[in-house]
């Protein structure tokens, strides 16, 4: 299984798939239980950050509609 990141409409980040590694600034990684799918903060009101505790309900607006960026700037 692929690993997959949905964006949740006035919500988090959810992650899903098989061996999911999540690692801090410095390298380490979060001990994740297992999990297959984990959920991350977008709103910055959780109190277990990264990951979601559902803090943003009512706080957090974002309709999260797919749209393509841009290309690439070519390097110089």
Known sequence: MA???TVL??????VEGE??????AQGNPYGLGGRQRISICR???SSQKPFCDGSHKG?????ATAFDLP??????
């Open 3 to 5: 690993t997959k990141l």
């Open 9 to 14: 409409s006035n919500g988090s980040l959810r």
């Open 19 to 24: 061996n999911i590694e999540l690692v801090d």
């Open 43 to 45: 709103c910055g009101l």
């Open 59 to 63: 706080h957090f607006e974002h309709d």
């Open 71 to 76: 290309a690439p700037k070519p390097a110089v």
